[in-house]
């Protein structure tokens, strides 16, 4: 079974500081990898998602997370953080099952403080 | 519109007392779920249905049933409520996930259950 670790529970930033929220999944031979953001008081909502292809993937609001296979590590950068970036981001795998049916796995979440 | 909705969002029990969550998607999607998320924010799936099929059943006591009326709907019924069931329970749907790409999960905005 897939199994994610997001090592930091908290990072604080300042605002327009670059930031970098780290994530490692358990190894696999196909992985499929996403990032999550939950707001205070709301549901999840995908930021990103890797697939297959480019090892760079990027959101709209500039965000972006690289696959490494080799560190088996799904990094979540970026380059100027806002107060509004304020939030819970969560790193998920697709676990697949013998049923041929997949799941998520959440890594425990890692709080982004943005202070001016 | 709201993708996926849950009702009630806040829910405050006493101990004992049996309730239920109703979840509602009106996104087309083949597939929900619900997930616990504790006070730790940790994010843990319950269950998962697809077109009214159950298809996963993690480890949770048998007071939790889920019920499926149609695939656009999925509720959870709660029996005998102990201290421990108090928590954030998020429903989600996504498309038909028996394919080779995982597809995107949406959330409902979560209902906070508290067990007194």
């Known amino acids: 079974a897939q199994s994610v670790t997001q090592l930091d529970s908290q990072v604080p930033v300042f605002e327009e500081a670059p930031v970098e929220l780290r994530c490692n999944y358990s190894?696999?031979?196909?992985?499929?990898l996403f990032w999550y953001v939950q707001y205070p008081n709301q549901g999840l909502q995908l930021l990103l998602k890797?697939?297959?292809?480019?090892?760079l993937v990027e959101s709209i609001n500039g965000f972006e997370a690289e696959f490494n296979k080799s560190q088996t590590s799904f990094h979540l950068r970026k380059p100027s953080v806002h107060i509004s970036d304020t939030a819970e981001y969560f790193c998920?795998?697709?676990?697949?099952?013998?049923?041929?049916?997949?799941?998520?796995?959440f890594g425990t979440g890692t709080r982004l403080l943005v202070s001016p | 519109d709201t993708a996926v909705s849950q009702t009630p969002k806040y829910l405050v029990t006493q101990m004992g007392n049996d309730k239920s969550i109703k979840c509602e998607q009106n996104?087309?999607?083949?597939?929900m779920y619900w997930y616990k998320q504790d006070s730790k924010k940790f994010l843990k799936i319950m269950f998962s249905?697809?077109?009214?099929?159950?298809?996963i059943n993690e480890t949770v006591p048998n007071r939790f049933s889920p019920k499926s009326p149609d695939k656009a709907h999925l509720n959870l019924h709660i029996n005998s409520l102990e201290l421990g069931d108090s928590a954030v329970y998020f429903c989600?749907?996504?498309?038909?996930?028996?394919?080779?790409?995982?597809?995107?999960?949406?959330f409902g905005p979560g209902t906070r259950l508290t067990v007194t």
């Open positions: 989600a749907s996504s498309q038909d996930v028996r394919t080779e790409a995982p597809y995107e999960q949406y």
């Open positions: 190894s696999s031979v196909s992985v499929y």
């Open positions: 890797y697939l297959s292809g480019s090892t």
């Open positions: 998920a795998v697709s676990d697949f099952m013998n049923t041929g049916f997949q799941k998520l796995v």
């Open positions: 996104l087309g999607h083949d597939t």
């Open positions: 249905y697809n077109n009214k099929e159950l298809i």
